[in-house]
């Protein structure tokens, strides 16, 4: 069992940013952040393998940068130029089945979540 747990969400304006932070109790190769608006399905937002590829959901790319600091089991996901459309709790994901996936099937651990509020 992998211990997952997500910090630094919080409430800016648009245009401004947020950096998150997700410790795990252990190490796992493939990790994601995802997302979930009221009303709507949780969606993968960024991912990263263990060789460090990373891939993102189209519409943060550009402005999300998924990164992992292994030593420490932290994965980060540093958010800029934010919208009001990136408002959402935001959770990590680990023990991806396979490397890059944005499919919430594909994880086995989650953390909690941490919210981001963007204003306009």
């Known amino acids: 069992q992998v211990q997952v747990v997500e910090s630094g969400g919080g409430s800016v304006q648009a245009g401004g940013s947020l950096r998150l932070s997700c410790t795990a109790s252990a190490y796992t190769s493939n990790l994601a952040w995802f997302r979930q608006a009221p009303g709507n399905e949780r969606e993968g937002v960024a991912s990263i393998s263990s060789t460090f590829t990373t891939k993102y959901l189209a519409s943060v790319e550009g402005r999300f940068t998924i990164s992992r600091d292994n030593p420490r089991n932290t994965l980060y996901l540093q958010m800029n130029s934010l919208k009001p459309e990136d408002t959402a709790m935001y959770y990590c994901?680990?023990?991806?089945?396979?490397?890059?996936?944005?499919?919430?099937?594909?994880?086995?651990?989650w953390g909690q979540g941490t919210q981001v509020i963007v204003s306009s």
């Open positions: 994901a680990a023990d991806g089945r396979w490397a890059l996936s944005l499919r919430r099937a594909d994880y086995n651990y």
